[in-house]
Protein backbone atom coordinates (compact mmCIF):
# COMPACT_ATOMS: atom_id res chain seq x y z
CA UNK A 1 0.00 0.00 0.00
CA UNK A 2 0.69 3.62 -0.18
CA UNK A 3 3.91 4.80 2.39
CA UNK A 4 4.13 8.07 3.81
CA UNK A 5 7.31 8.39 5.41
CA UNK A 6 8.15 11.17 8.27
CA UNK A 7 11.15 12.22 9.82
CA UNK A 8 12.35 12.61 12.61
CA UNK A 9 10.82 9.37 14.43
CA UNK A 10 10.76 11.64 17.72
CA UNK A 11 12.28 15.05 19.06
CA UNK A 12 13.07 15.88 22.81
CA UNK A 13 13.23 19.95 22.52
CA UNK A 14 13.30 22.78 24.64
CA UNK A 15 10.32 25.08 25.75
CA UNK A 16 10.83 27.86 23.18
CA UNK A 17 12.67 26.35 20.36
CA UNK A 18 11.53 25.80 17.15
CA UNK A 19 10.85 22.85 15.47
CA UNK A 20 10.64 20.78 12.06
CA UNK A 21 9.32 17.98 10.31
CA UNK A 22 9.09 16.47 6.95
CA UNK A 23 7.25 14.15 5.29
CA UNK A 24 8.02 12.23 1.97
CA UNK A 25 6.21 10.20 -0.82
CA UNK A 26 7.17 8.11 -3.38
CA UNK A 27 3.48 9.19 -5.32
CA UNK A 28 2.32 12.25 -6.28
CA UNK A 29 -0.72 13.61 -3.64
CA UNK A 30 -2.61 16.27 -4.17
CA UNK A 31 -3.63 17.00 -0.89
CA UNK A 32 -1.51 17.10 2.11
CA UNK A 33 -2.75 17.09 5.98
CA UNK A 34 -1.16 17.42 9.00
CA UNK A 35 -2.83 15.78 11.99
CA UNK A 36 -1.64 16.01 15.91
CA UNK A 37 -2.83 13.14 18.79
CA UNK A 38 -2.33 14.09 21.97
CA UNK A 39 -2.47 11.02 24.35
CA UNK A 40 -5.04 9.24 24.77
CA UNK A 41 -6.92 11.02 22.20
CA UNK A 42 -7.48 10.74 18.32
CA UNK A 43 -6.13 12.97 16.07
CA UNK A 44 -7.22 16.61 15.25
CA UNK A 45 -6.32 18.10 11.73
CA UNK A 46 -4.05 20.82 12.40
CA UNK A 47 -3.54 22.43 8.65
CA UNK A 48 -4.52 21.44 5.28
CA UNK A 49 -2.62 22.24 1.63
CA UNK A 50 -4.40 21.56 -1.52
CA UNK A 51 -2.03 23.33 -3.64
CA UNK A 52 1.92 22.56 -4.69
CA UNK A 53 4.18 25.04 -3.62
CA UNK A 54 1.48 26.50 -0.93
CA UNK A 55 2.32 27.84 2.65
CA UNK A 56 -0.19 27.85 4.77
CA UNK A 57 -0.28 28.94 8.26
CA UNK A 58 -2.41 28.21 11.82
CA UNK A 59 -1.30 30.46 14.51
CA UNK A 60 2.23 29.61 15.53
CA UNK A 61 2.04 26.51 13.09
CA UNK A 62 3.74 26.86 9.33
CA UNK A 63 3.41 23.78 6.86
CA UNK A 64 4.18 24.14 2.93
CA UNK A 65 3.50 21.50 0.23
CA UNK A 66 6.32 20.58 -1.71
CA UNK A 67 6.69 21.74 -5.41
CA UNK A 68 7.45 17.96 -6.24
CA UNK A 69 4.04 16.86 -4.67
CA UNK A 70 5.86 14.54 -3.08
CA UNK A 71 6.99 16.13 0.25
CA UNK A 72 5.52 18.37 3.04
CA UNK A 73 7.22 20.24 6.09
CA UNK A 74 5.64 21.51 9.16
CA UNK A 75 7.20 24.12 11.22
CA UNK A 76 6.07 24.88 14.73
CA UNK A 77 7.77 27.86 16.24
CA UNK A 78 8.70 29.03 19.78
CA UNK A 79 7.20 25.47 21.49
CA UNK A 80 5.26 25.15 24.38
CA UNK A 81 4.39 22.85 26.81
CA UNK A 82 1.06 22.26 25.28
CA UNK A 83 2.70 21.20 22.17
CA UNK A 84 3.41 17.76 23.36
CA UNK A 85 2.31 14.74 20.94
CA UNK A 86 2.20 13.17 18.28
CA UNK A 87 2.10 14.80 14.38
CA UNK A 88 1.02 12.79 11.57
CA UNK A 89 0.83 13.94 7.80
CA UNK A 90 -1.71 12.13 5.49
CA UNK A 91 -2.80 12.09 2.36
CA UNK A 92 -5.79 10.79 0.51
CA UNK A 93 -4.23 7.84 -1.41
CA UNK A 94 -6.76 7.58 -4.34
CA UNK A 95 -8.59 4.17 -4.84
CA UNK A 96 -9.81 5.40 -8.83
CA UNK A 97 -7.85 2.19 -10.49
CA UNK A 98 -10.27 0.22 -7.92
CA UNK A 99 -12.92 1.86 -6.55
CA UNK A 100 -14.52 4.21 -8.88
CA UNK A 101 -12.67 7.56 -7.91
CA UNK A 102 -12.99 7.44 -4.16
CA UNK A 103 -9.95 8.18 -1.88
CA UNK A 104 -8.92 6.80 1.32
CA UNK A 105 -6.68 8.43 3.76
CA UNK A 106 -3.51 7.35 4.46
CA UNK A 107 -1.21 8.15 7.32
CA UNK A 108 2.65 8.60 8.11
CA UNK A 109 4.13 6.51 11.62
CA UNK A 110 4.39 9.64 13.12
CA UNK A 111 6.52 12.13 14.35
CA UNK A 112 6.33 12.00 18.54
CA UNK A 113 7.01 15.81 20.04
CA UNK A 114 8.74 16.12 23.69
CA UNK A 115 8.89 19.51 24.75
CA UNK A 116 10.66 20.37 28.13
CA UNK A 117 9.72 23.36 30.18
CA UNK B 1 -21.52 20.59 18.19
CA UNK B 2 -21.02 16.75 19.86
CA UNK B 3 -18.12 14.66 18.69
CA UNK B 4 -17.52 11.27 17.46
CA UNK B 5 -18.53 9.20 20.39
CA UNK B 6 -17.00 5.59 20.86
CA UNK B 7 -17.14 3.19 23.59
CA UNK B 8 -15.57 1.55 25.34
CA UNK B 9 -12.74 3.08 25.66
CA UNK B 10 -10.94 0.09 27.19
CA UNK B 11 -11.65 -3.44 26.89
CA UNK B 12 -9.15 -6.08 27.84
CA UNK B 13 -10.48 -10.09 26.30
CA UNK B 14 -8.13 -13.39 26.47
CA UNK B 15 -7.51 -14.23 22.52
CA UNK B 16 -10.15 -16.50 20.55
CA UNK B 17 -12.46 -14.34 22.50
CA UNK B 18 -14.73 -11.66 20.69
CA UNK B 19 -15.23 -8.16 20.96
CA UNK B 20 -17.57 -5.11 19.71
CA UNK B 21 -17.12 -1.40 19.52
CA UNK B 22 -19.13 1.23 18.91
CA UNK B 23 -19.28 4.56 17.06
CA UNK B 24 -21.81 7.41 16.58
CA UNK B 25 -20.65 9.78 14.06
CA UNK B 26 -21.15 13.29 14.44
CA UNK B 27 -25.10 14.32 13.03
CA UNK B 28 -25.03 14.69 9.45
CA UNK B 29 -21.70 13.24 8.35
CA UNK B 30 -22.49 10.94 5.55
CA UNK B 31 -18.79 9.05 5.70
CA UNK B 32 -17.45 7.06 8.49
CA UNK B 33 -14.52 5.32 8.70
CA UNK B 34 -12.75 2.67 11.41
CA UNK B 35 -9.25 2.95 12.01
CA UNK B 36 -6.76 0.32 13.55
CA UNK B 37 -3.70 2.20 15.38
CA UNK B 38 -1.08 -0.33 16.75
CA UNK B 39 1.45 1.48 19.30
CA UNK B 40 4.07 3.51 17.49
CA UNK B 41 2.50 3.34 14.22
CA UNK B 42 -0.01 5.82 12.38
CA UNK B 43 -3.85 4.90 12.28
CA UNK B 44 -4.76 2.32 9.09
CA UNK B 45 -7.74 2.19 7.61
CA UNK B 46 -9.84 -0.75 8.11
CA UNK B 47 -13.39 0.31 6.55
CA UNK B 48 -14.71 2.96 5.28
CA UNK B 49 -18.45 3.61 4.90
CA UNK B 50 -20.98 6.49 2.68
CA UNK B 51 -23.78 6.17 4.41
CA UNK B 52 -24.71 2.54 5.12
CA UNK B 53 -22.27 1.16 1.65
CA UNK B 54 -19.29 0.20 2.21
CA UNK B 55 -16.59 2.23 0.00
CA UNK B 56 -13.03 0.54 0.96
CA UNK B 57 -12.73 -2.57 3.21
CA UNK B 58 -9.52 -3.41 1.60
CA UNK B 59 -7.39 -3.78 4.26
CA UNK B 60 -10.00 -5.33 6.84
CA UNK B 61 -9.06 -8.74 7.92
CA UNK B 62 -12.82 -10.26 6.99
CA UNK B 63 -11.85 -13.64 8.77
CA UNK B 64 -12.02 -12.14 11.70
CA UNK B 65 -13.50 -8.54 11.53
CA UNK B 66 -16.89 -7.47 10.62
CA UNK B 67 -18.24 -3.65 10.22
CA UNK B 68 -21.74 -3.12 9.98
CA UNK B 69 -23.63 0.45 9.84
CA UNK B 70 -26.85 0.50 9.69
CA UNK B 71 -29.19 2.72 9.12
CA UNK B 72 -26.43 4.88 8.05
CA UNK B 73 -25.25 6.90 11.09
CA UNK B 74 -23.81 4.01 13.93
CA UNK B 75 -21.37 1.84 13.70
CA UNK B 76 -19.81 -0.94 15.24
CA UNK B 77 -16.79 -3.23 14.64
CA UNK B 78 -16.47 -6.50 15.96
CA UNK B 79 -13.61 -9.28 15.78
CA UNK B 80 -14.28 -12.51 16.51
CA UNK B 81 -11.88 -14.71 17.73
CA UNK B 82 -9.66 -12.00 18.54
CA UNK B 83 -5.27 -12.67 18.16
CA UNK B 84 -3.12 -11.40 20.26
CA UNK B 85 -1.92 -9.07 17.24
CA UNK B 86 -5.13 -7.01 17.35
CA UNK B 87 -4.28 -5.32 20.46
CA UNK B 88 -4.58 -1.56 19.55
CA UNK B 89 -6.48 1.67 19.76
CA UNK B 90 -9.64 1.38 17.49
CA UNK B 91 -10.45 4.56 16.35
CA UNK B 92 -13.74 6.13 14.74
CA UNK B 93 -13.73 8.84 12.41
CA UNK B 94 -16.01 10.85 10.16
CA UNK B 95 -16.80 13.59 7.82
CA UNK B 96 -19.25 15.13 4.98
CA UNK B 97 -18.85 14.36 1.75
CA UNK B 98 -16.79 17.06 1.32
CA UNK B 99 -13.98 16.24 4.33
CA UNK B 100 -14.05 12.59 2.52
CA UNK B 101 -12.93 14.20 -0.53
CA UNK B 102 -10.34 17.09 1.25
CA UNK B 103 -9.41 14.64 4.36
CA UNK B 104 -11.07 16.33 6.64
CA UNK B 105 -11.79 13.64 9.59
CA UNK B 106 -13.42 14.12 12.53
CA UNK B 107 -11.82 11.49 14.84
CA UNK B 108 -13.70 9.83 18.22
CA UNK B 109 -11.08 9.26 21.83
CA UNK B 110 -10.88 5.49 20.21
CA UNK B 111 -11.31 2.36 22.04
CA UNK B 112 -8.30 0.79 23.26
CA UNK B 113 -8.00 -3.24 22.78
CA UNK B 114 -5.90 -5.16 24.99
CA UNK B 115 -5.56 -9.25 23.79
CA UNK B 116 -3.96 -11.69 26.51
Known amino acids: GQQLNQSPQSMFIQEGEDVSMNCTSS?????WLWYKQDPGEGPVLLIA?????ELTSNGRLTAQFGITRKDSFLNISASIPSDVGIYFC?????????????????FGKGTKLTVNP | EAGVAQSPRYKIIEKRQSVAFWCNPI?????LYWYQQILGQGPKLLIQ????????DSQLPKDRFSAERLKGVDSTLKIQPAKLEDSAVYLC??????????????FGEGSRLTVL
Open chain 2, 49 to 56: FQNNGVVD
Open chain 1, 49 to 53: LYKAG
Open chain 2, 27 to 31: SGHAT
Open chain 1, 27 to 31: SIFNT
Open chain 2, 93 to 106: ASSSLTGARTGELF
Open chain 1, 90 to 106: AGPYSLFLTQGGSEKLV
